[in-house]
């Protein structure tokens, strides 16, 4: 009887310890625990050495090394993905930089680091178009893209750019924009790849899209007066522009003296900054 309890109490113990095991990973590769990205500087600092000293394979080792430590740091994927790409070892370099982008989703830091995101989806479509096996990840990407989110059309059309191919870049890219109107980078890109092509009435709608939602892009401003359009608050929705200082609605009438008469001619009014006290449009 003993010897039987004896069991039942290490199998339960076993069990629980498992269970505990279990959802520590749970937390380290999930970001339950916190949202935070731990990351060494010093080992950053090395691996980045390294790979600057072209000493790719070991910067691929010490990157990896970092990720292992650290699930959910997505820049260690991301420069790990480049090492390979510099070897030229193009189908680790496409699994490190997915596994970048599946990371990124586990935490809010990475799920709002839009402008790193689109780092790695560059660095994941110059991967798969260099690939010796780019027809068979493109026609998976194709098959994704029939019911798969903007981002999927994106990165097709980001794929068949750097493989040369304008027509259907230019045709996926329209997909994706269509489907993501309020996409910046999708506009942005569009419009960017329409004008450098010569197709400037075609690039103008999403450069201004483009331009509406972030107006302080240089790239966008430069793109759009070469297409032959003046940046400025016209290109901004009326919504997003600096209100004005004086209240809205008719100034309320006065009442002058004591026979009853209203006017408002003495009524002074505060000047809107910037505005020039002429008669006429200025030009």
């Given at each position: ?32 625990a ?69 990371v ?46 903007p ?9 068949y ?9 230019i ?5 994706a ?83 009853g ?20 449009p200025?030009?």
């Amino acid at each position: 009887m003993n010897t039987r309890l004896s069991r039942i109490v290490s199998k339960s113990i076993t069990t629980i310890c498992g269970s505990a095991l279990a959802l520590g990973v749970v937390i380290a590769t999930t970001g339950c625990a916190s949202d935070s990205i731990p990351r060494s500087r010093d080992a950053e600092n090395h691996a980045m050495s390294l790979y600057n000293a072209q000493q790719y394979a070991d910067a691929a080792g010490a990157f990896h090394n970092m990720a292992r430590s650290n699930p959910r740091d997505y820049r260690s994927f991301y420069h790990l993905g480049n090492c390979y790409v510099q070897m030229k070892q193009w189908q680790e370099a496409i699994g490190a930089y997915r596994s970048g982008l599946d990371v990124m989703g586990t935490t809010l830091q990475g799920k709002a680091d839009t402008a790193f995101r689109q780092q790695i989806l560059n660095g994941l479509a110059s991967a798969i178009a260099q690939s010796d096996k780019s027809d068979v990840e493109i026609l998976s990407l194709t098959q994704k893209a029939q019911s798969g989110t903007p981002e999927d059309i994106f990165l097709l059309a980001k794929v068949y750019a750097y493989k040369n191919d304008p027509d259907m870049a230019i045709e996926t890219y329209s997909r994706a924009a269509l489907r993501d109107p309020g996409n910046f980078y999708i506009q942005k890109e569009y419009g960017l790849y329409l004008e450098r092509f010569g197709q400037k009435d075609r690039a103008r709608t999403p450069l201004k899209n483009a331009y509406a939602m972030n107006s302080n892009d240089p790239e966008v401003a430069d793109a759009l007066r070469r297409v032959g359009v003046i940046p400025g608050p016209s290109l901004v929705p009326e919504n997003q522009l600096a209100r004005p200082l004086v209240p809205e609605g008719p100034i309320p009438m006065i009442h002058l003296g004591g026979n009853g008469s209203q006017s408002t001619a003495d009524v002074p009014t505060t000047p809107v900054p910037g505005a020039t006290p002429t008669a006429g449009p200025r030009d």
